[in-house]
Structure formats: structure tokens, C-alpha cells
């Protein structure tokens, strides 16, 4: 009775939170209610006022170095620029005597960073010093001008970013209080309020009489403020770019739009329920990184800061002023494109990081040798995940597993809600519901599935809960701005949070998942880290207070975007501490910032179950893997609201091709389980599903690649056709690895398709169920069904598949290997099949096989690049099918060694295939030959 009592004030609570089924704007910030915003954002161009100090500058091997002055109130800065590897330059502006210390990103980054020396000072005069930065290449320079402070880069011999071109850095020095004016309340951006505020102080956002400095409300909600006005802003123009994209998340285009006549888009991580599509509001996470494209180059920048942020995004004629004087230079006429941004936070430094690629692969390799790469997840992480809120007890769960098996539909993970638990206890179960949890899971086990439970961040005020005894009695929570402990309502109700920045909190955290303490659990019970902003039902903007405290003193409004980043990591050591670090964990998080990518997947949160938002899978999870985050993935068929049975296709069809593939739902929908619908519908839904299982090898290769050079499996057309223009602005489409092109329908009642062939006429195309051939780039209309996943193979490459049908991917690990080898207009094509034992980490000591294949001249050639590795499969090779052979051959032969033997082979004339059966070899063989005579 107290725990419905309590799910019902939860409910009632939510009901006045977000009084309808949609987003409500008031309870989230904008631009001009955020009075740091405001402030930077009103600033005239050139306004500044920042200058080098001439005879601070110093260089030396490792490292440029110069004073800065504030010269309207003589405040001093330090700034320092140093190499790193991979074409890499780090950038830090800081005070030079702080009133209190400003907060510095930590552990987001590598720790090891390893930085390269090769500065040399070119020039010098009274205006500006040329830098040469020795080991980049294509060479690169950096010029630095002195009144007012500009940082220029060029890369070849080109200006690509410009830092400060347009006057709007600003850094809000520490300072004692004095006078300052009233707290202001959320005044509308066009009220009279916010005009005079603006008119009064135009380009002075340094003043201490300014609203908003010392103390601010928002509705309820006050915000203390007690060290006073700490932001931070800086505009960089990218120099030659036609887009940028990325700082996700936002359900919006993958290309950034203008903000001139908008509010900027904004990270701060939130829990916002059932957003709003095409939208620049902030979402559950943020990643303060952009790329920008070029005809020529493509560069990064990572604009490092876990503080409220906001991004103005300009185009078109008026940003081409850096780019104009540049043509001026060297006689030329044409206009280079430009991008101009704008950059504000509400505290910490200037730290910076600007990658030079100069190809969009290369700013990947360089943002993943910062924040890391995603390591390879366990094999059965990539296949079908079943979930909703929730499955009631262990009956519902062995009667969805089995039903399952009735229709023969595929899957490996069943995931539980917050209603498996006792009472919203984390790390407990509801000993009524899930008396046995143990012997469910082992049950899922026996058939090669796993399951998943979630684990949220807040912790329920019992005193009879432990984790709850355990936090007060060792100081683990966070605290109010008064010292004590911070009280937020979320599930549970009253809810403490734990302190995740504190290191003895990171610790207590990661030993609850050894088997002895999350009693029920087993090494196949895997994690889910949701409502991780943090989510605070009633807090200001639906998450914790600004002046709430951290470990060592750091107010919450300089951390916040970082909380989830930290609870994941605690929960990704607690799997590698249960399991002797033996095991790979598997942990889904709704929360993120830089290098969240090396603990979890994440998901798009909780959408809904309309045609936009089907759409937005794409923009949202392509903006997600050029920022690191490349295991990603929504909620198919939406979180709320049902989905008719079209839709629910469409849905499946696209996620089958999308990193994290999950079906997930909100308590109140209908059940969607794919054993209720008809057989038409579920032969859909299942057909989808197998497509996705048998490229499985394929994904398995892609993450592997992905672990060790940075570039996502799921990329943006430009990844693969930078030259081709045209896909710069596409994200109805996306490239999965280099070989496959996925264009899925995404509108109601679509009987035609128009699928952009990316590339020049040297590129040829393979639809993977017709074989038919597409020779030219373009559009085309092309003709579907609901049974169609438009999917085509780019000639020149080779994809290993597995054909057979299992009901889950753990029982496909030695099943035997198809390679569709689809030709190019040379007739020759490359791939490769990366292979290990599935989970674990003995691929970190060498064992593995990586098989290279290459055709050209009529031979199939396969050979094992690790050979040595140690690693042994099964693993066979039963089918070659090869795609745009233009003639029957007349013979087929597989040569191993001294040994040539005769094979069976079928071709096609309509669809110029030619298959060739049971080569029979060991995919681990070290070096075979398959002959087309």
C-alpha cells in the first residue's frame, strides 16, 4: 500500500511538472533567462577588449605562452597553447590570480595525453607573431595578433579557424561583491525589462551592476550565486566550411541551422518529457564538439566545459569577413564559405581544442585520441533488445521469452524497469514479483540471452535501504548550498544523490554490482543508468540546484553536465570489478558528455511514436557518432504513445540498421511484443530483425575498426564523399562502414523512394536483396513495399555475412561466413572480418583474427593478417557471392597451399551474380586463393 500510495504522488507530482502530453517551454530556460547568456550573447562585435601582452609572448619547443589584459578593467589572463599528437592543438585562457579557482575539466579526457614539441617562432612585429608547428602536416602555423587578441590557424598553407575574428571573447573575472543590482525573474526577451537591460549596458557584460550576476531567480526556484559572474565566451569562425555539425543532443537537423533569429542551441543535460521535434532545446546529454566541412578540409573543435553552454551557429554572406580578407590577400575572387560560432558558459576556462584534420576520418582519429575510442562491446550487445516499462514479474518474463520461441522471433535481451524493484531500491528486487531472479536470468542464459536492469542514480530516503544507510553514514551525497544533504523527488519520492565526484562515492558505487552485494544478480545481468541529468521531479528545470555543493567545494552549476558522465564510469568499473575484469560490461545511459563513449551506449531518450521522430533517429544518432558516441541508437516504435502497425515496420526496418537496436515503451502503452500482431505484420518485423543478425560479422568488424581508429560505424554520407556536395546537407541517409549505403522509408504510406547515390561515375551500387546495379550518382526514384529496407553494397567492397537463422546472436559465433563481393567498374573490391571469442579481453593481448580480402583479376584472395594471434573458430566459409560478374565463368577453385580443389557455382544472367558454394576453408586459414576461370 505505501509503495502505490508513493507511485501515485510520483504520478500526481509529474501531472503538475508537465501538465500535458507534450513539452512544456516554461519549465526551461531560454537564452534570455539565463542572465549569463544574455549578457554574452548582447555583446557587440569587437567589443572585447582583450589584447596580448607584447612582451609576455614567449615560445618555446613545447609550448606557445602570453599574458592577456582585459583592457577595460585591467584584469590579466595566462594563455597557453600546446601540441598534441595527430595535428592537435590545445588552447587554455585562464585568470592569472583568481579570486577562488576556477573548475577544470577532469577525467572526460585521456589522462595521458601526450603532447608533441616542434613550436618555432617564424616572426614577430608590433602587430602580430607567426608560429610554425613543425610535426603537423599538412604544415601548420598559428598567428597570433595582439590588439584585440586573435588566434588565426592555418593549415596547407590556408586559414581554417579564426579565434576571436568577430570581438565577442569574454571572460567574467572572480570578484568580491559590491552593490549588486536585484535578482531578476524570467523576463521575456522582447518585454521592456529585457530591452533596457540590453540598451544599458550594450557590450559590457563585465559590469558588476548588471541583473542576474549575484543571484537569479527562475519561477520558484532561486539561485544563490555566491561567487558572483563566472562566464566565459568565444567566437571561431571556420574558414572554408559550407557545415558544422554536432554539440549534441538536440532532435534537430545534422547539419546546425542559423541561429540569427532564434535562441542558440543550448547543452545542459535534462530530463524534458516527450520532446518536441526539430528543436534546438537542450536534451539528456551533452557534447560541446563540433566538425566543420569543407570542399577542401574538414576540422574539429572540442570546447571543453561541464557548465550550462549555448552555441550561435551564423552562415551566408555576413560571416564572410575572414575569408574575404584572406581572397584579398591572394588575389583571388571567389568567396570562401564560412561558418561562424559563438560559444558561452557559465563558468570554468577557456579550454579549448582545435583538430586540423584534414579529412573528416582524421578529426575522428584525433576526437577519439582525446576522449577515446568506444571499446569493442560483447558480441551479444549488437543484436535485438527487448524491453518496456516494465515486465510485471518473473511470470511475464518467462511468458514473453517463450512466446518468443513459439513464432521463432529472434532476440538477446530482455530488460527490466524500475518495477522490478523493492520500492525503487536500486540494486534490489521486489521479493513478491521476482522471487527468484537468479534462476530467471539462468533461464534467459540457457537459451543465449541476457537480461538488463536498471539503475538510477538517486537514492530513496529508507533508513532501512542500504545504499540510503550506507551514503549518510560516509558522507556520500551531495550537498545543499547550507551544507546539508541535497533532498530532490524522483521515483522513489524523497531521494538523496550521490556524489559521484567525490572518489570514495565512485568506489562504494562500483563494489554494489559484485555478485556478493546486488544479491539476484549473475555476470549475464547487465546495466541500464537512466534519469542520470540528474532528473530532479522538482528541481529548477526538472534537474538538481545550481548552488548545490560537490566534493572539493565545486558548485554544481560547474559540473552538471558531467554528473551522468561519472555515474556511468562508476557503474562501468563495478561490471569490470565483479567479474575480475574477465567480462566486457554492457551499460546503456541516457546522460552523456565527452568520453562517455568509453563506458556505454546511449539511446535518443524518451521519444514518441509519431513519423518525425522516426526521422530524427537518424540526424540525432549521425550527430552522436562524429561526437564520439557512435553506440547509439532510439527507442523503436517511440517511448510514448502506440504505434500503428505501418509505423512500428518502418521503425524496425530503420533501427535494424542503427548501432543500439531496442524496442522500448512507456507503462501505459499497449503491449508491442512482435508475437500480438498478425502474421504479415510479424514476418515484417522478423524479416528486419534477421537482416540485422545477418550482417552481424559486419557490425562486429565495424566496432572493432571503431575501437582502434575513432571512425563510427554509423557516418553521414560526406564521411565516405567529402567531394560530393550535395550530401552535405542529406540525413534521411547514412553510411554504415564504408560499404553499405541505408536509405529506410521514413514516411506514411510511401510507395516510391528517392535514394541519393553519393559520388562520382567511378562509384557502382548493389541492391543486397536484387543485386540489381546503380551506375550513376544521383537521385532515383525507386519503387517499395512495406517489405522493402532499401539497402545497397558500394562496389569495390567485400561484406561477411552469416545466413543462417538463430534466436540469438551468441549461438551464430561459429556459424559459417557468405562474402558478398560486390565489384567496382575495375572489377575488384577489398573488406575485411575482424573475429574473437565474443567477450573478454583477450583481443588486447593479440587474440584475434583479422582476414583481409581482396579480388581483382578473377582471384578471391583471404589472408589472415594475425596469424600468430592464437585465436581459433569454427568458423567456415560457405558461400562467395560475387555481384557484377558481366559473364559465366568457366571454372571455380579454391587453392590452399599446394592444393587446388574444385567448387560447385551458379550465375545469374539477369542479375550478374555469381555464386559459389561450400569453399569449405577455416575463416582463421592463413592464406587461400578462390580462382574464377
Known sequence: MEEKAMFRAVIILLSVVFPAMTVDHSKFKTCDQSSFCRRNRGMQKGMSGYEVIQDSLEVTDDAVRAMLINTKNQVEFILEITALDKNSLHLVINEKNPLHPRYVVRDALFEDLKTIKGFHLESKNTEKAVVEMGNFHPASKIELKFKPFTLDLYSGGDLVISTNSRGLFNIEHLREKKNPAPAVDDAPADSEESN????????????????????????????????????????????????????????????????????????????????????????????PFVVAVGEKRSVGLLWLNGAETWIDVQKGPETAVMSSIVNLMSGSNRRSPQVDTHWISESGVIDVYFLLGPGPKDVMSQYGALSGNTPLPPHFA???????????????????????????????????????????????????????????????????????????????????????ADAQANDLYVKNKDGNEYDGWCWPGSSGYLDF??????????????????????????????????????????????????FGGWEHRDVHNIY?????????????????????????????FVGSQRYAAVWTGDNTANWDQLKLTIPMCLSLSISGIGFCGADVGGFFQNPDEELLIRWYQAGAFQPFFRVHSHIETARREPYLYGDETRGLLKKAVMQRYTFMPYWYTLFAEYEHTGVPPMRPLWMEFTADGNTLKMDDQFMLGSALLIAPVLDSRASTIDIYFPGTDAEVWYDIDTFKKFA????????????????????????????????????MLNDPITLFVALDKGMRANGTLYMDEGDGYEYRNGKYALIEFSYQNGVLNGRNANPSGGFE?????????????????????????????????????????????????LMTTSNWNLIIG
Not at 537468479?438 to 530513496?460: A, C, F, Q, W, Y
Not at 568499473?573 to 552523456?592: E, M, Q, V
Request: glycine residues 6%.
Open 776 to 811: 550513376k550518382p544521383g537521385f532515383e526514384l525507386l519503387g517499395v513495399t512495406m517489405a522493402s529496407i532499401p539497402v545497397y553494397q558500394r562496389g569495390g567492397t567485400i561484406v561477411p555475412r552469416k545466413m543462417r537463422a538463430r534466436r540469438a546472436t551468441s549461438l
Open 564 to 592: 551522468g558522465f561519472l555515474h556511468v564510469k562508476s557503474s562501468f568499473d563495478g561490471h569490470l570489478l565483479r567479474s575480475g575484469g574477465k567480462r566486457r560490461p554492457f551499460i546503456l545511459t541516457r546522460a552523456f
Open 196 to 287: 533596457k537591460m540590453d540598451s544599458d549596458h550594450p557590450g559590457q557584460p563585465d559590469e558588476d551592476d548588471v541583473p542576474g550576476m549575484w543571484e537569479e531567480h527562475f519561477q520558484s526556484h532561486f539561485d544563490s550565486k555566491v561567487r558572483g559572474p563566472e562566464s566565459i565566451s568565444c567566437d571561431f569562425s571556420f574558414i572554408g566550411a559550407e557545415e558544422v555539425y554536432g554539440i549534441p543532443e538536440h532532435a534537430d537537423n545534422f547539419a546546425l541551422k542559423e541561429t540569427k533569429s532564434s535562441d542558440p542551441y543550448r547543452l545542459y543535460n535534462l530530463d524534458v518529457f516527450e520532446y518536441e521535434s526539430w528543436s534546438k532545446m537542450a536534451l539528456y546529454g551533452s557534447i
Open 873 to 921: 573458430s569454427k568458423t567456415w566459409l560457405e558461400r562467395v557471392v560475387i555481384l557484377g560478374m558481366k559473364a559465366a565463368p568457366k571454372s571455380a577453385s579454391i587453392v590452399v597451399g599446394k592444393i587446388e580443389e574444385a567448387l560447385h557455382f551458379s550465375y545469374d544472367i539477369a542479375s550478374e551474380s555469381l555464386t559459389v558454394r561450400k569453399p569449405g576453408i
Open 382 to 468: 549488437l543484436g535485438f533488445h527487448h524491453s518496456r516499462w516494465n515486465y510485471n514479474d518473473e511470470n511475464d518474463v518467462k511468458s514473453v521469452d517463450s512466446r518468443m520461441d513459439e513464432v521463432n522471433f529472434p532476440y538477446d535481451f530482455l530488460w527490466l524497469d524500475i518495477e522490478h524493484t523493492d520500492g525503487k531500491k536500486y540494486f534490489t528486487w521486489d521479493a513478491v514479483k521476482f522471487p527468484h531472479p537468479k534462476d530467471m536470468i539462468e533461464n534467459l542464459v540457457s537459451k543465449g540471452r541476457k537480461m538488463v536492469t536498471i539503475i538510477d542514480p538517486h537514492i530513496k530516503k529508507d533508513n532501512g535501504y542500504f545504499v540510503h
Open 501 to 550: 565526484f567525490n572518489p570514495k562515492v565512485q568506489e562504494y558505487w562500483s563494489q554494489q554490482f559484485t555478485l556478493d552485494k546486488y544479491q539476484g544478480s549473475t555476470l549475464d545481468l547487465y546495466t541500464w543508468n537512466d534519469m542520470n541529468e540528474p532528473s530532479v521531479f522538482n528541481g529548477p528545470e526538472i534537474t538538481m540546484t545550481k548552488d548545490a555543493k560537490h
